[in-house]
């Protein structure tokens, strides 16, 4: 695989929200995509998930909680935890995570 330009990548992409898959590092895959200010649905996963600001910030509610996510850092959403993005996130995000399902359990 070549270099990616992550900011480059998030950027192209045509709607907010809609990741893009860069590889895989074991069974987890490593995707990149652009926010905007929109929240965005609750949701939760079988599995963890890293939560990675590359620029902007990241505003979630996890399990009633708000938490704020600036450039450069990382969140570790548990396997299960309830997780919503609130109205004011903006910019790239990188997102690490494990399939859900048989083999990611």
Known sequence: M??????GTAAALPD?????????VGTACIKVLRMDELPVEEEAHSTAEVLLVLDG?????????????GPGD??????GARHAV???SRGTLVI???????EGD
């Open 57 to 69: 910030k990241l505003e979630l509610s996890v399990e009633d909680a708000e938490v704020t996510v």
């Open 16 to 24: 907010a929200w809609r990741s893009r898959p860069l590889g895989e």
């Open 96 to 102: 690490m995570e494990a399939p859900e399902g048989p």
């Open 86 to 88: 609130r109205p004011g």
């Open 74 to 79: 990382m969140y570790l959403v548990k396997a």
């Open 2 to 7: 070549s270099v990616v330009n992550l900011f």
